[in-house]
């Protein structure tokens, strides 16, 4: 049993970013700092996380870029950071109501992104071949 299962929480899977259109190099709208969105992601069911059920579904972050991600988060007040009187100490983050008002813009850059994915891919492949051959 994870520590997820004992709180009631659901654990995070690990391919939460399995949609290309909003998780990949193709992103065309970044909200706050570059990893902002899947931070968001991870955390809109509304329930609290720990920073390493966040690592599961963000293997590919490393650890300091993650805290640094959420550190910022936090300062623009997108998510709020309880520390809970423990030992060892344990740490959680949720959004904030600013935070979860982010997610119907972030939603519609995702459907846009899904809608527009090829001629992105196109433009840069064109790009990238007039920019070689000069």
Not at 45 to 50: A, E, H, M, P, T
Not at 86 to 94: C, G, L, T, W
Not at 97 to 103: A, E, K, Q, T, Y
Request: hydrophobic residues 35%.
């Amino acid at each position: 049993m994870t520590e997820s299962d004992i709180r009631g929480a659901s654990p995070l899977p690990s391919d939460l970013f399995h949609d290309p259109a909003c998780s990949g190099s193709a992103r065309p709208v970044v909200i706050g700092g570059k990893w902002t969105a899947v931070v968001l992601r991870c955390l809109e069911d509304g329930r609290s996380r720990r920073f390493t059920e966040l690592r599961v579904p963000l293997h590919w972050i490393t650890p300091k870029v993650l805290t640094e991600t959420l550190r910022a988060m936090e300062r623009d007040g997108f998510v709020s950071r309880t520390v809970h009187d423990e030992h060892p100490p344990r740490v959680e983050y949720a959004l904030t109501g600013l935070g979860r008002s982010l997610l119907d813009p972030l939603d519609a850059a995702c459907s846009w992104a899904r809608a527009h994915g090829n001629a992105i891919t196109e433009a840069r492949d064109s790009y990238d071949t007039a920019a070689d051959a000069s």
